[in-house]
């Protein structure tokens, strides 16, 4: 931010409740009223990847392994995300999957199908 960026795009949030831990740190040094944060949803092809994803950078929870590709899931993501206090945008990374995209934008009634 010191260097001028306009914008922050995160990794792939799959714990909301960390994320949000980061977001208040954010708030309370008031980061976000100097950059737009652009959060991030990642589309997962199967638990297999999400296992995969959970064991490097990701740090899933168990539970999220059989979850995290469905729709309700991410879309419930991104309901939270928009709602979040400093957060400015949603960055859907559906890899080759467009339509994974589209119903998650669908499904959180952020933007219509």
Known sequence: MAAGADFVITQPVFKLDKFNEWMQLIRDKGLHERTCIIASIMSLASAREAANAGSSRFELDDQL?????????ASSTAKALKSTEGVRGICIMAGVDNGFARNVLAASGIAGS
């Open 65 to 73: 392994s059989d979850t995290i590709t469905d729709i309700d899931y």
